[in-house]
């Protein structure tokens, strides 16, 4: 949970600020001191604070200005017009607070909040207030290790993050390929596009599209869905930003709450992130039930991966879980795959070696995993796709459907 707070007085600024606090221990509280401030930064928050004797813009003017963005509008007044302060509650939906009474009031508002958290309710409004809670928005990333977003669903999505320290090396191909094999094998996934700077999951699964990650933000989160793309296999798509320069608008707040979303609506989401440590790709890892990193033969790569996993340790995230993939392994090298296990101390699941047919296939407009033609690179796909299905619910839920007696036309072209 995100709050703001504005108003003349510190020491009551502070009061709220340490009531959320004492309730909602790893919420966010921000104290503003500037009118204008609150005005442009305030629609980006969950609730706001307001006092109604604020200097500068009418404080009502503000308070319907944050209202009309979802944003939680509270007025802290010691108005004893009742009548006055009924109406005005009745005509904008906003909430007032006696100045008199604060903790009483705070704690009264969000203990519901802790008490539905804590008892797991399964109620739709439970849920909300779950994925509100669970998410920790504004929490560093060391305080989420143990984030469990997905506790109401029967079979909870797999979260699955693809990173590459490098541009280059094969990491947006892998990703895009994987989730239209699981796709094809009749999950309901979602492939999402975390790489913020130099987002391509677009181009490689040959969809044209003016939506983007904005419109996630900019909406309603419980409105997801009519962000998403389709893909011919079934595959939903979240695109990333069309305008690299936004990427400040994807905080670590808003990253896990389109994640906590999308797993309340699929069964497995795949996604690619990109080769920088910022906040969507560290969340992406941190609360993923498989990571694997993409590298390749070439040292200078591997001494990228090597950074990007000691950095991400360093920053909190756990990267117990991460598995590399070597892609585009030549039939010659000098570099072995000893080498780099003596130097990346992460397991390897797979070498894919190159395969000559991708980028025709990827010119014809298919994904490499619809042609029959690169037998290699899907092989390598197949095998990461079985280690996602592997010791989660999708293997489950596989038996259950009988979707092992499926032909291998149906489970994808190319296996």
Known sequence: MKCIIYMNNPSVANEIRDAIKEILPFSRVDIVDGCMECFTKGTSYDYAFISDNNEGMPWMDLMFHLAASSVGVY????????????????????SAINSNNISQEIQSM?????????????????????????????????????????????????????????????????????????????????????????????????????????????????????SFENHPTGLAVLPSLKIPAESEMITAEVAERIIGRLARIFEVIIID?????????????QVSTKSYIVTTFDMTVVAKTYDLIENTNMMGVDIAKLKLVINRVPKKTSVSKSDISGYINIPILVQIPEDDEVLPSQNTGFTAVESRKCKNFSKGIMHIVDDIIKDTQLSQKETDKSKSKQSPEKRGAAI
């Open 75 to 94: 007025f802290l007044t010691d108005n004893i017009d009742k009548e006055l302060i009924k109406n005005i509650k009745e005509a904008s939906g906003l």
């Open 110 to 226: 969000f203990s519901g909040m802790a008490d539905e958290d804590s008892s797991g309710s399964q109620s739709e409004a439970g849920d909300e207030l779950e994925e509100r809670e669970a998410a920790e928005p504004g929490a560093s990333l060391a305080s989420i290790q143990d984030y469990t977003l997905l506790k109401s669903r029967k079979y909870p999505a797999v979260i699955v993050s693809i990173h590459g320290a490098k541009g280059g090396v094969g990491k947006t191909a892998i990703a895009a390929n994987a989730a239209v094999m699981l796709a094809n094998y009749g999950y309901k996934a979602i492939a999402v596009d975390f790489d913020i700077e130099n987002g391509n999951l677009l181009n490689v699964l040959h969809i044209v599209t003016d939506k983007d990650l904005k419109d996630v933000i900019k909406g309603n989160y419980h409105q997801t869905e009519s």
């Open 273 to 285: 992130t990109g080769s920088l440590e910022i906040d969507p790709m560290l969340v992406a890892m």
